[in-house]
Nanobody
Framework: QLQLTESGGGLVQAGNSLRLSCAVSGLTFSMHVMGWFRQIAGLELEFVAA????????YYGDSMKGRFTISRDDAKNTVYLQMNNLQPEDTAVYYC?????????????????WGQGAQVTVST
């Protein structure tokens, strides 16, 4: 059974950090590009980050560069999102995403599999 299960969300004060994890089962993890999107209340899904098979190439949304780091552990079938210097505007539901090969990782329409989402709330 295919599952993408996020964890690590929660409430944090501005300037602090959180690490999201997404544990994957039911697909060949190492063969998929993995990513994160987020949805701020009232807005459309926004690309956050993605990481190629093998972890050698990463992609970031403009507002995340320098603050967020995506990584993967193929032995654990898990992708991570380290978020530093969080700000109130980062408050959103964060979704783990898996792409088949050859997809446009910046596009939510290209996502083949989704997690259920993890709430991240940043207070002032």
């Amino acid at each position: 059974q295919l599952q993408l299960t996020e964890s690590g969300g929660g409430l944090v004060q501005a300037g602090n950090s959180l690490r999201l994890s997404c544990a994957v089962s039911g697909l060949t993890f190492s063969m998929h590009v993995m990513g994160w999107f987020r949805q701020i209340a009232g807005l459309e899904l926004e690309f956050v980050a993605a990481i190629q098979q093998g972890g050698g190439i990463t992609y970031y949304g403009d507002s995340m560069k320098g603050r967020f780091t995506i990584s993967r552990d193929d032995a654990k079938n898990t992708v991570y999102l380290q978020m530093n210097n969080l700000q109130p505007e980062d408050t959103a539901v964060y979704y783990c995403a898996a792409f088949n090969q050859g997809r446009d990782v910046y596009s939510r329409a290209s996502v083949d599999y989704w997690g259920q989402g993890a709430q991240v709330t940043v207070s002032t």
